[in-house]
């Protein structure tokens, strides 16, 4: 028995004595591994990084009908600088070369100079700081690439310390135009954007991100991608850039010449709906016109006289009247329903009788209103179906966001008096926006066929159509055809016989209608203080065919206020230059087939220049090297081709800006710093700061051009 126990207690023993050996080499393996392998098992997990790295995707452009970037995202950086990347080489390296580093970013950045450079740098080394903003602004792509050849910076961020954040800014290269169609972004990229084509678009605009990881392959970081980001299509606009650039140009010019508050003006293509510009300024406290919401689209306000072409409309189609009949209007001013109706010439003796085409012809509110209660007054509705009918009535459902819906009463709604029925059919106690109002005249130009304004044609990738956007019908028919034929003769005789003349051509036939309306003031009414005016006109061109309609609406303070002066010779001027841009003449009837053509060349970006010169088959003798750089200069024409010259200007020197187009030349000024007027069109002849002169920022230059 005792000998038993001495053989168990001897095996106890051995497996004690053989955990203790297990365990001593357990430790001292954690030893070997934490202390004698350290740096070889860091080695190892260090391939393996999972941090997951959002990739964003180039945001797509926007592209104008005519093919021209209308807005698109360049890169912009901000600079850091990691102080403890690296080690003492990199220390030793920096230290060596900070005379050549910040000599370097003065060259880059002149605004500071070397010196501010170094004590900044010292700075952040002697705090250690890993993430050290190394320049207060956002720098472009070619600045960027410029510091990262400098020495150490064109090391990579673990061993030199050099790393960048980069943002995407957006860019509209033809600055105003059209800018609240297109919309903004947000500052902050994540949330964004604003308005405008970008928010309806974002989905398809802004692509998808992608992931990636970092790994350590012998000794290198590689980027690994997980998830590829897709970039976003491109959307291509209905607007012309030319044709919105005239009606911008016609349109500011008289706002600035009546001191009116805010204009508008829309042109559409008759066929299609595509809008081919769209204008929207309002006059800001510093007195320049800028765009700053849609009021094309939004403004819910009473149109006036261009609804009187809606309520002859429904008259006439339901029978009710005739282009033969007539209204005695009297001396101007009738009483209706107990309140005076007046014409805008009640001072003057009225018009006495007038025919149906009369009526619209001098916008009679004496002959509309009496028409209509005439013939409506004890059934309202019927005249309102006839209004819907019409589709007058309807939300356009654009491709912007932002749209108001027109406000049409019918007799079972609130506050519709007796008076409530004459003041409607001339335009009062009812909104429409302008856009509404184009629509319906667009639709008396397109033979009846109502069609739904279009923003956007078609989305593009990589220079592929991937899908297009059709022209949608919201009525096929808005009256008979016996009406259609009846009221285009009418609006035709308003401009050439009319009040409406301003709105005319001598080359070409226009149609269309004016409107002038005081501006409610809500519940003070309209003759509060100042009175304001909504005066417009709406119409289409050529009459026969047309192929265009537009509007044109200002909000001005006080009299004098008339539609046909004032919006009709807008109207007038944008018709006109855009019947000529669409001219095509056939040079070979004018130009003898052996002669050599030169043409006459603005002065502008030779490169570009170039381009087309090529592209038309005339020789251009260039005296400068092409490096891929824009070159802005002049050119003279020898008997057989156009030689092209770079204009040489100092850096921080105004240049010449002589037998420039006004789009080159405010460019150029604007990059600069200056602010540009511009009096008159065609090329720039006078420029009231001369070539050489020192650039003060934000130093007004007027351009003359002719």
């Not at 393996?29 to 190892?44: L, P, S």
């Not at 140009?249 to 066929?271: F, P, Q, W």
């Not at 105004?654 to 990059?671: H, N, Q, R, W």
Request: aromatic letters at 8%; glycine letters at 8%; a positive charge.
């Amino acid at each position: 028995m005792a000998v038993n126990k001495k053989n168990i207690m001897t095996r106890y023993f051995f497996v004690i004595l053989l955990m203790g050996m297990v365990g001593v080499s357990i430790v001292i393996k954690a030893g070997i591994t934490m202390f004698a392998e350290r740096q070889y098992w860091q080695d190892v997990a260090d391939r393996f990084i999972k941090e997951n790295v959002t990739v964003k995707p180039s945001r797509g452009n926007i592209i104008s009908s005519d093919g021209r970037l209308m807005a698109s995202s360049l890169p912009e950086y901000r600079i850091y600088m990691d102080f403890k990347a690296g080690g003492e080489t990199k220390d030793t390296m920096l230290i060596n070369h900070i005379d050549e580093i910040c000599e370097g970013l003065h060259q880059i950045f002149p605004d500071k100079s070397a010196s501010e450079f170094k004590t900044h740098i010292k700075n952040g080394r002697k705090r250690g700081s890993r993430n050290y903003l190394l320049y207060p602004k956002r720098i472009s792509y070619i600045q960027y690439k410029e510091v990262k050849q400098l020495p150490v910076f064109n090391l990579n961020k673990y061993k030199g310390g050099f790393h960048e954040q980069a943002y995407n800014r957006r860019k509209k290269p033809f600055g105003s135009l059209a800018t609240r169609t297109l919309g903004d972004l947000y500052a902050d990229t994540a949330k964004g954007a604003k308005n405008g084509l970008e928010l309806s678009f974002d989905s398809i605009l802004r692509g998808k991100d992608g992931v990636t990881h970092r790994q350590k392959v012998m000794n290198k970081y590689l980027n690994i991608v997980d998830i590829p980001p897709v970039d976003g299509c491109d959307v291509i606009a209905s607007i012309d850039v030319s044709m919105q650039d005239i009606c911008e140009k016609a349109l500011v010019d008289k706002l600035k010449e009546i001191n009116a508050s805010v204009g508008v003006a829309i042109l559409m293509e008759v066929a299609t709906g595509e809008i081919k510009a769209i204008v929207n300024m309002t006059k800001c406290e510093d007195g320049i016109y800028r765009e700053i919401r849609n009021n094309a689209i939004s403004d819910m306000m009473e149109p006036g006289s261009t609804f009187k072409t809606a309520s002859i409309m429904v008259a006439l189609e339901d029978g009710m009247i005739t282009p033969q009949d007539g209204v005695d209007t009297g001396n101007g001013v009738m009483k209706m329903h107990g309140r005076d109706m007046k014409d805008h010439n009640w001072r003057r003796g009225g018009y006495q009788y007038l025919t149906v085409p009369e009526i619209l012809m001098v916008s009679s509110n004496i002959g509309v209103s009496y028409l209509i209660d005439k013939h409506y007054g004890k059934n309202p509705q019927k005249f309102v179906d006839g209004l819907k009918r019409m589709s007058i009535n309807e939300p356009l459902h654009l491709q912007v966001p932002g749209e108001g819906k027109p406000n049409i009463k019918g007799p079972k709604e609130r506050y519709f008096a007796k008076t409530t029925l004459p003041w409607m059919s001339i335009g009062y106690e009812t909104q429409v926006p302008p856009m509404n109002i184009l629509t319906f005249y667009n639709a008396i130009a397109n033979n009846g066929i109502m069609v739904r304004p279009k923003f956007v044609k078609a989305i593009s990738k990589n220079g592929e159509i991937i899908k297009e956007y059709p022209t949608e019908v919201i009525n096929p028919s808005i009256c008979s055809p016996r009406t259609l034929t009846q009221i285009r003769e009418i609006l035709q005789r308003v401009v050439s016989e009319g009040l409406a003349k301003p709105a005319g051509s001598k080359q070409f036939h226009v149609s269309g209608k004016t409107g002038t309306a005081q501006i409610s003031q809500g519940v003070a009414g309209y003759k509060s203080g100042t009175v304001n005016y909504l005066v417009s006109f709406c119409g289409f061109f050529p009459s026969e065919a047309p192929k265009y309609s537009c509007i044109v609406s200002i909000q001005k303070p006080g009299l004098p206020a008339s539609g046909g002066l004032m919006a009709g010779s807008v109207f007038g001027k944008i018709a006109e230059r855009v019947y000529a841009k669409n001219l095509a003449l056939d040079l070979k009837n004018a130009i003898d087939t052996n002669r050599i053509i030169i043409p006459e060349v603005k002065a502008g970006e030779m490169n570009e220049t170039k381009r087309v010169l090529d592209a038309l088959k005339i020789q251009a003798q260039t005296e400068f090297s092409t490096t891929g750089k824009q070159i802005w200069g002049n050119s003279y024409s020898t008997a057989k081709s156009v030689v092209l010259q770079n204009n040489h200007t100092l850096k921080g020197f105004i240049p010449s800006v002589i037998g420039m187009g006004a789009k080159d030349a405010v460019f150029i000024l604007e990059s600069k710093g200056l602010k540009v007027q511009l009096n008159g069109i065609g090329k720039v002849v006078n420029q009231s700061i001369p070539q050489g002169t020192l650039v003060r920022k934000n130093e007004k230059i007027i351009l003359t051009l002719k």
